[in-house]
């Protein structure tokens, strides 16, 4: 079945083509082609506003594109404040909780957002507070208006260790197997003992890692994801378990 587009959704399609050829690539493959018509279609997002940006082979939607969003969609508010239980300014770890309010009827979307010196640019040390702040709305954002790609200041999808940052050596014991418990086992623990959905917990984990799967996450992100997921479940078990539950739609989906 043809899919049949406004006048102004032809326009604005027609703009972000031409604005992608000429300023991104012209040699887009096909599907990142379609892919952008249809974020056109369902969001009326803009490449030539800073709606969208094309990284790591994919789309991914800007503060500004989701803020522009909300706005044209009539967002009735939107609140935001501090986790204090999960924040510690001594060492520039911060975590926010953001609930968009789509209507004056709506019971609110919640989205978390945390921040520290191990997971945001180098760039923005120092700026640890509004990063964990932009991506606890844009979480919320996202789940408000069914968006399901991550936002660049959300995933920090612009950073990347430094060329001479190396991880330490893991022990290993005279067999040459590591010795202690591996980072997959703690985790496993921790789910275990609180009694954690393992399925949203990946997907908790992807959206930490600012990865499409697991896989591809380094072991340094993980280990981040491992401690931050062990600190919320003993701090504030509830909070965690909300912010898991917003994966619900997307492990129905997996299924």
Not at 8 to 24: D, G, P, W
Not at 38 to 43: A, Y
Not at 73 to 86: E, F
Request: proline share 4%; aromatic share 6%.
């Amino acid at each position: 079945m043809k899919l049949r587009y406004s006048k102004s959704q032809r326009i604005l399609i027609a703009e972000n083509l031409r604005f992608a050829k000429r300023f991104v690539s012209q040699t887009l493959p096909p599907v990142l082609l379609e892919q952008l018509r249809e974020l056109t279609r369902n969001f009326s997002l803009s490449l030539k506003c800073g709606d969208l940006l094309l990284l790591s082979g994919g789309w991914y939607v800007t503060h500004a594109g989701l803020i522009r969003l909300a706005k044209r969609c009539r967002c009735s508010g939107m609140q935001v404040h501090p986790v204090r239980q999960l924040s510690n300014q001594a060492t520039g770890r911060y975590a926010f909780r953001a609930t968009v309010y789509k209507s004056t009827h709506c019971r609110g979307f919640v989205g978390y957002g945390d921040a520290d010196p191990s997971n945001v640019s180098a760039l923005v040390h120092g700026a640890e507070m509004r990063v964990a702040e932009t991506r606890a709305v844009n979480r919320a954002l996202r789940k408000a208006y069914g968006i399901g790609i991550c936002s660049v200041e959300e995933i920090g999808a612009i950073r990347g260790p430094a060329p001479t940052e190396k991880l330490p050596p893991e022990r290993v014991n005279g067999n040459g197997n590591i010795a202690g418990p591996k980072v997959r086992d703690r985790l496993c623990q921790i789910i275990r003992q609180h009694k954690l959905d393992a399925e949203l917990v990946k997907a908790y984990a992807v959206d930490f890692c600012g990865t499409k799967t697991l896989r591809e996450a380094s072991r340094e992100q993980v280990e981040n994801f491992v401690r931050q997921l062990a600190d919320w479940a003993e701090k504030d078990r509830n909070a965690l378990l909300c912010q898991l539950n917003s994966y619900v739609g997307q492990k129905e989906g997996a299924a």
